[in-house]
């Protein structure tokens, strides 16, 4: 079993939708939670971080980290073709360095305009 | 100005050659790493050099050589290659906790 599981979609919405993307994951230890975004052909660069359990807000994007169930989640709202990407859930047990950090295997999001 | 830049960004070779593929960062992060990143998206840490020491070396087979001669650089050697490693391979750098991606080099090996 991998410590962070994604469904890999392929996920196709309409522009203006409601995206939810939804990642598990079995590490207790795991504290920091990332999500990255991957466009076509090039390298993921950072999209969000969050701490513990909880919410954080950043424009259109909202990630949720529940850790009694081992649950993260990236919702992102008026969702654009240009969100069109593939997201990669990460987790850490550690904030000070990236050596620790654990990836999903992504879910390719399309957003059709 | 690219921040971590590798090269080539593609190679296609025959089984049981050798390849190389060179990486530099120019944001002055103390620590760079390499990625492999199958065909289903699922990326994995294979090294990690700080300050040009190895600090990670995840179970890759020995056919995989990494060298770093200075902070900025990391170079990845691979010999005799094989089919399964048909990947994309990123290298990456960070100060603290954020990653910092090149583009990746698509090898694919015939």
């Known amino acids: 079993q991998k410590e962070v599981e994604q469904d890999p979609g392929p996920l196709s919405v309409p522009e203006g939708a409601i995206v939810s993307l939804n990642c598990t994951y079995s590490?207790?230890?795991?504290?920091?939670f990332m999500w990255y975004r991957q466009y076509s052909r090039k390298g993921p660069e950072l999209l969000m971080y969050?701490?513990?359990?909880g919410n954080k807000e950043d424009g259109r994007f909202t990630a949720q980290v529940d850790k009694s169930s081992k649950y993260i989640s990236l919702f992102i709202r008026d969702s654009q073709p240009s969100d069109s990407a593939t997201y990669l859930c990460a987790g850490s047990i550690s904030s000070g360095s990236a050596r620790q950090l654990t990836f999903g295997s992504g879910t390719q999001l399309t957003v059709l305009p | 100005d690219t921040a971590v830049s590798q090269t080539p960004k593609y190679l296609v070779t025959q089984m049981g050659n050798d390849k190389s593929i060179k990486c530099e960062q120019n944001l002055g992060h103390d620590t760079m790493y390499w990625y492999k990143q199958d065909s289903k998206k699922f990326l994995k840490i294979m090294f990690s050099y700080n300050n040009k020491e190895l600090i990670i070396n995840e179970t890759v087979p020995n056919r995989f050589s990494p060298k770093s001669p200075d902070k900025a650089h990391l170079n990845l050697h691979i010999n005799s290659l094989e089919l399964g490693d048909s990947a994309v391979y990123f290298c990456?750098?960070?100060?603290?906790?954020?990653?910092?991606f090149g583009e990746g080099s698509r090898l694919t090996v015939l």
């Open positions: 590490n207790s230890a795991f504290q920091y």
């Open positions: 969050t701490y513990s359990s």
């Open positions: 990456a750098s960070s100060q603290r906790w954020e990653l910092f």
